[in-house]
């Protein structure tokens, strides 16, 4: 097991066009999470999976975004008509439990041209 | 609000020891977590505290105090390879899981 592994590593996207991210979780662990974190800033939380469900949404997480986590296991975020603001790092971590700490992945850094 | 405090940066020399501090004041506490962050790279865990006190690992310890809303992390026997990001995150126990991160204290250590 070689941790939280996240793709792609970099993405380059003119505006107004969508973009996936996709996330594979350390086996096993049932909790998975995705922050964003711009240069200079603490990661900052969008929204998290207990297996297959989506319980938490970060009000960050406009309509334009969406996470999906199908069959518990990878989890992928999808941005629509992206926005030069979202221009960050998306950053994905996984936990075995609630009361444990978070692995985090490499992360999706996404510039927005 | 949720408002985590800590300084923007700090430098030290190679084998000294170094104190970061971190305030939070959240709706609700269920532990502070220390992250390490190196530059383009994941943050790493380093610690965790729920109760008050001291916790130690190797060259480095964290310490609670929840009725102060304060933690520092103490880095001692500090090395190069130790200039990163500091993040100090709380678990807040009303929004199950999700941790509120402050901005970071960026570490310098100098030869």
């Known amino acids: 097991d070689t941790g939280v592994s996240q793709d792609p590593r970099h993405k380059i996207t003119k505006r107004g066009q969508n973009v996936t991210f996709r996330c594979d979780p350390i086996?096993?662990?049932?909790?998975l999470y995705w922050y964003r974190q711009t240069l200079g800033q603490g990661p900052e939380f969008l929204t998290y999976?207990?297996?297959?469900?989506?319980?938490?949404k970060s009000r960050l997480l406009s309509d334009r975004f969406s996470a999906e986590r199908p069959k518990g296991s990878f989890s992928t975020l999808e941005i629509q008509r992206t926005e030069q603001g979202d221009s960050a790092m998306y950053l994905c971590?996984?936990?075995?439990?609630?009361?444990?700490?978070?692995?985090f992945g490499q992360g999706t850094r996404l510039t927005v041209v | 609000g949720q408002n985590i405090d800590q300084p923007t940066e700090m430098t030290a020399t190679e084998g000294a020891i170094v104190q970061i501090n971190c305030t939070y004041q959240?709706?609700?506490?269920?532990?502070l977590f220390w992250y390490q962050q190196h530059a383009g790279e994941a943050p790493t865990f380093l610690s965790y505290?729920?109760?008050?006190g001291l916790e130690e690992k190797g060259r480095f310890s964290s310490f609670l105090s929840r009725s102060k809303g304060y933690s520092y992390l103490l880095l001692k026997e500090l090395q190069m390879k130790d200039s990163a990001s500091y993040l100090c995150?709380?678990?807040?126990?009303?929004?199950?899981?999700?941790?509120?991160f402050g901005t970071g204290t960026r570490l310098q250590v100098f030869p």
């Open positions: 971590a996984s936990s075995p439990t609630g009361n444990t700490e978070a692995f």
């Open positions: 086996s096993e662990h049932n909790r």
């Open positions: 999976f207990q297996n297959e469900a989506q319980l938490e």
């Open positions: 959240t709706s609700g506490f269920n532990g």
């Open positions: 505290n729920v109760l008050d």
């Open positions: 995150a709380v678990r807040d126990e009303y929004y199950t899981d999700k941790l509120i």
